[in-house]
């Protein structure tokens, strides 16, 4: 079955420095991988697609990369804030067109 | 416009009773979709809904849980006879048309169970 990892440790990052999250996957070719942000106590709010065919996708200070040959994605968020803080989860369709499997999350700090 | 509307945010139940959780989608939005999740662990699917139908309930345990979402008014899922291990965050999703499609789902802000 479909399987997703990402970091389960916290992430600490220096307010302002770049940070960068992983999600890797096996036993699947994805047609696409979404990332949400999950903030304590919140529903997880939908960040950014990336399609198969797509090796980077930007939205304002975001950057997602998709390696379908090392099933991996990177997500990145540059200038990082104290308000970039939260958990941030990988999705990637399953099965159905309508399903999405989940990681557990990486929890990101950013240090003022 | 209103996002994804879940009530109750909290809900405690002694072993045995039965929860109602309810989920108005977005204005527009005819697709539904309940995930649980527990702490530490990734979201779960539990069912896709459309008006009046169940597509998928592959997720769901085949008893004591059951979902619906009538012609008129929320989505609600029905847990019978709850037991410790149901104690979870229960999140709704919806969107305009399927994910595969580009379209965003938008979750609500989760039920909390509690069962003691």
């Known amino acids: 079955s479909q399987k997703i990892e990402q970091n389960s440790e916290a992430l600490n990052i220096q307010e302002g420095k770049t940070a960068t999250l992983t999600c890797n996957y096996t036993?699947?070719?994805?047609?696409?991988l979404q990332w949400y942000r999950q903030d304590p106590g919140r529903g997880p709010v939908f960040l950014l697609l990336?399609?198969?065919n797509e090796k980077e996708k930007r939205k304002e200070r975001l950057k997602v990369t998709f390696d379908t040959t090392l099933k991996q994605s990177l997500f990145h968020i540059t200038a990082s804030q104290p308000a970039d803080s939260a958990t941030y989860l990988c999705a990637l369709d399953g099965d159905s067109n309508y399903q999405l499997i989940w990681g557990a999350g990486t929890k990101l700090i950013i240090k003022p | 416009n209103a996002g994804v509307m879940q009530n109750p945010r909290h809900l405690v139940r002694r072993r045995g009773q039965e929860a109602r959780l309810r989920c108005s989608p977005m204005k527009g939005h005819s697709h539904v979709y309940w995930y649980r999740q527990l702490p530490e662990e990734g979201l779960k699917f539990m069912v896709y809904l459309q008006k009046e139908n169940i597509i998928d309930e592959s997720g769901m345990p085949k008893e004591r849980f059951s979902a619906e979402f009538p012609k008129e008014g929320p989505s609600i899922l029905r847990i019978q006879q709850v037991v410790r291990g149901d104690s979870a965050a229960y999140f709704c999703?919806?969107?305009?048309?399927?994910?595969?499609?580009?379209?965003?789902?938008?979750f609500g802000e989760g039920s909390w169970l509690t069962v003691v």
């Open positions: 999703a919806s969107s305009p048309g399927l994910p595969d499609s580009g379209n965003t789902i938008y």
């Open positions: 990336i399609r198969e």
């Open positions: 036993n699947y070719s994805p047609a696409y």
